[in-house]
């Protein structure tokens, strides 16, 4: 056993090994809360997809970066997307007490009818 151990920490010292970075605070709590990023393209499929896309085109028309923002899709039958959105000052450690989100958060849900293709309500949180 002791020279098994000995081989694995020669071959992470030869190898280059390194501990892995540690991850963003913000990117952690998305993960845990389940969101995917708005600019990941391939984050949503089927209805949800189209849904997101919207959302994102509506983020880059009020000059948002997509890379700030955190999402995850609801979707109701066969007409109705909900998308819960999150920007990254909601999901910040310090804002994990707050309901709706800290001051200034500009989190928001916005409803995608399928039927018609567009966003039909766009709610924010506060």
């Known amino acids: 056993m002791r020279l098994l151990n000995s081989l ?10 390194r501990p892995r970075p540690d991850i ?3 990117e952690r709590v ?12 391939g984050a949503f499929q089927g209805p949800a997809r189209e849904g997101r896309d919207s ?25 109705l997307v909900v998308f819960h959105v999150w920007d990254r000052a909601a999901l910040a450690p310090e804002a994990r007490d707050w309901r709706g989100g800290p001051p200034g958060s500009r989190s928001f849900n916005a409803d995608y009818d399928l039927r018609h293709h567009r966003i039909i309500a766009w709610l924010l949180w506060q």
């Open 55 to 79: 959302i994102a085109a509506e983020l880059k028309r009020r000059g948002e970066r997509l890379a700030d923002w955190y999402t995850v899709a609801a979707v109701f039958g066969d007409s």
């Open 24 to 26: 963003d605070p913000i």
């Open 30 to 41: 998305a993960r845990e809360r389940g969101l995917r990023n708005v600019a990941d393209t």
């Open 8 to 17: 694995v920490v020669l071959c992470a010292v030869f190898a280059g090994c």
